[in-house]
């Protein structure tokens, strides 16, 4: 355990020394201790996606929908080094104690980096949204902040998940066999992946339970060899999802046992097999002696143990884990920095950047501090729960609510009223409360929406769509409130929380003032508080299609990407992703874009003049793309390229500007084939995409030639 060796040689030491049913113990999520070798008992399996899961309290960020709202990669970057030194943190607690229990470790199974080709799947709210290259941009900047930047060790492992092609239905996600075309593998399903391989450096990857082509995910040698290995160059640890090898028997039924399902899985290259997460030790050793049966019985080798093995052996070596802690430089992270109050400022201002304003008739907002009286209402208005996902977060810290961040925001003679009105899917008691003090209020805030107790993960949340949603409605009983509180005349203002779309036509239509929050974070009542009265300019944008109906969307099983998301879809809807208003006006002008005609060569500057009208310094986020319709094939009919949050004083201007490269212009055709097409295309550069009257947009005709 010389730690001045180079790793590559300290691991095939190690695994010289083992014998076959070691090695074998080390391939499985609950990986054993070996005591003559000083390897302690491991398990893999942690979360990370708005904070450490499961264990004790920590910082609770945004969502990670939310998070890409931001559109300001930076700032998760620093959100998730936050995340990885509470894990660091309470890993080494836990050792100092004695205990290496799971939820404990190092390597977390986050990002995760689907797309979200349909609203209805319960763990959009996970994801960076519908768009392959707002998911690499934030994907790649969260693998890095979890990583760290030491020239040698990690600070945590992340595994991007779940490749590949996988957005539900969760109550066929063991099952469901998922025909993709090339052309939606490497347009849509793929890019995200390959970022974070490439430039978030992930030293793992989670592989999914769905069948993709015919092949289960976790055992398709033409997904986790030909092209995860192959083609993307891909140089870490595979992991599967919590119970994917007993599926490829039990549920895609590819293989007759447990054994078959193993070695397939190691023949494809999954190196680390992770039983479901409720299983026992028992059980743990009941697979271990089916691998050793496949191995007896000539379906693996043990080269593919050794092959399996050594990187999960290199994974843990880079997490320091065979080193004195006093040379790993992020074993000592002390473990007050848990929930600290550095980390909730964090907290605290992403929020801010994330919420996004929908409507603002009038200027309604923002509200004037002084005003006389305001009745709160909506079951998510005192609802710690509409602030994070709480599955995965049983022992929350303080959540400060918006009621809470209201009454902490305003002078003690505003008199703030409260009631529920509903629950979020039944009548409550003190529905007439409600209208009574609406009645008698200056002005109206209503709080409504989902939680993750309604759209989340199977296996977590109850009932027969297991997380998923049937349409984009609110419960019924708070729509009618909502219709009924507008109807009072009052100034109202709808805040909303979900993790994905939601059916918006009426309030868009009728309600002055619209606020998607998502769910917010441990200080996200706080956040919202300040936008609504004006203390936070928000600048948040919409990282999904906000549809009308799902009746405008193919069936939820297709994977076929016509007709969905902002690239392909064709028909009207409620808000564009992309969208998202200030409390400023932003004007554009002076593009400039050099080269006009571009080689495979080039790179192309683009610079523009962003000009804030007033009335309020704020932020805004300048967004670039790319359009064509010249080609023979389909193609977006145009696609997010690049973007940029930046503060701009109230009536100043400032130049912004942005380089792309002529390979992120190349069209991907029908075979999957990056090509270089010559012809017409379009930049727009704007507040939002272009095509729906948002915003100032500014566009060029440029000419790609060979």
């Given at each position: ?298 379906m693996i080798t043990k080269e593919d143990i050794d092959r399996a093995l050594r990187r999960a052996l290199r994974a843990r070596f880079k997490l ?362 379009i930049c727009y550069v704007g507040g939002c995409q272009p095509g729906f009257g948002y915003g100032a947009i500014v566009s060029q005709q440029l000419?790609?030639?060979?």
């Amino acid at each position: 355990m010389n730690h001045l060796i180079p790793f590559d040689e300290r691991v095939e030491d190690l695994i010289s020394r083992l014998t076959i049913d070691e090695k074998i113990s080390q391939i499985f999520n609950m990986s054993t201790e070996i005591e003559r070798l000083n390897i302690p008992h491991y398990d893999w399996r942690d979360e990370g996606l708005q904070g450490v899961a499961f264990v004790e309290e920590s910082t609770l960020f945004p969502q990670v929908i939310a998070m890409a709202a931001s559109f300001n990669d930076d700032l998760i970057e620093s959100v998730a080094s936050v995340i990885a030194e509470e894990a660091r943190a309470r890993h080494h607690h836990y050792l100092k104690k004695g205990e290496q229990q799971r939820w404990t470790g190092l390597t977390y199974s986050t990002p995760n980096i689907n797309i979200v080709r349909d609203p209805r799947w319960g763990r959009g709210q996970e994801t960076f949204g519908e768009d392959p290259y707002l998911t690499s941009r934030m994907g790649v900047a969260f693998c890095k902040g979890l990583q760290g930047y030491d020239p040698k060790y990690l600070k945590i492992s992340a595994e991007a998940k779940h490749f590949a092609v996988h957005s539900g239905p969760e109550n066929r996600r063991h099952e469901i066999d998922i025909p993709v075309s090339k052309k939606d593998l490497y347009e849509t399903y793929l890019p995200a992946f390959k970022a974070c391989v490439h430039e978030g450096k992930t030293e793992g990857i989670m592989s999914a339970y769905n069948r993709v082509n015919g092949e289960p995910a976790s055992a398709s040698r033409s997904l986790l060899h030909d092209i995860l290995r192959d083609e993307l160059g891909f140089e870490g640890y595979v992991i599967s999802d919590g119970g994917a090898i007993r599926d490829i028997h039990k549920y895609h039924k590819v293989a007759k046992d447990y054994a078959e399902a193993a070695a397939l899985a190691l023949k494809a290259g999954c190196d680390i097999l992770n039983p479901f997460n409720l299983a026992t030790v028992a059980k743990v050793k009941r697979h271990r002696r089916s691998v050793r049966k496949a191995l007896d019985k000539g379906m693996i080798t043990k080269e593919d143990i050794d092959r399996a093995l050594r990187r999960a052996l290199r994974a843990r070596f880079k997490l320091g884990m065979f080193d004195p802690p006093e040379i790993v430089p992020y074993a000592n992270i002390s473990y007050d920095v848990i929930n600290s109050k550095k980390h909730r400022q964090l907290s605290y201002h992403t929020a801010h950047e994330t919420i996004v304003l929908l409507k603002n008739d009038s200027n309604v907002l923002p509200l004037d501090v002084d005003i006389g009286s305001i009745a709160l209402i909506g079951p998510n208005a005192d609802n710690p729960k509409a602030m994070y996902y709480p599955h995965y977060y049983p022992n929350p810290p303080k959540i400060m609510t918006l009621l809470q961040g209201i009454q902490k925001k305003l002078p003690s003679q505003i008199e703030i009223k409260y009631a529920k009105g509903c629950e979020l899917e039944v009548p409550s008691e003190d529905k007439e409360r409600a209208i009574q003090i609406a009645q008698e209020s200056d002005v109206i805030i209503g709080v409504f929406g989902l939680t993750g107790e309604i759209e989340g993960e199977e296996g977590y949340v109850l009932g027969p769509l297991c997380g998923d949603r049937e349409d984009l409605k609110l419960p019924e009983v708070q729509e009618e409130l909502i219709k009924e509180l507008n109807e009072i005349g009052k100034p109202f203002i709808l805040i909303l929380t979900s993790g994905s779309a939601l059916d918006l036509g009426y309030a868009k239509e009728k309600v002055p003032a619209i606020i998607h929050a998502w769910y917010a974070g441990c200080e996200g009542g706080k956040a919202i508080a300040d936008i609504l009265f004006g203390e936070y300019n928000p600048a948040g944008r919409l990282p999904i299609t906000f549809y009308k109906s799902v009746d405008q969307l193919p069936d939820y099983e297709d994977y076929n990407m016509e007709g969905r998301t902002y690239r392909y879809f064709e028909g009207k809807v409620i808000y564009p992703f992309g969208y998202g208003l200030s409390y400023s006006r932003f004007e554009y002008k002076n593009l400039q874009i050099s080269p006009q005609q571009i080689t495979e060569d080039d790179n192309i500057v683009i610079t523009v003049d962003i000009e804030n009208l007033g009335p309020y310094s704020g932020e805004e986020v300048a967004q670039v793309y790319i359009g064509r319709n010249d080609l023979e094939y389909r193609v977006p009919k145009h696609e997010l390229k690049a973007f940029k949050r930046v503060l701009i004083e109230k009536e100043k201007t400032k130049m912004v500007n942005f380089t792309l490269s002529a390979s992120e212009l190349k069209s991907i055709n029908m075979d999957g084939k990056s090509i270089f097409e010559p012809g017409k295309i379009i930049c727009y550069v704007g507040g939002c995409q272009p095509g729906f009257g948002y915003g100032a947009i500014v566009s060029q005709q440029l000419t790609l030639e060979i």
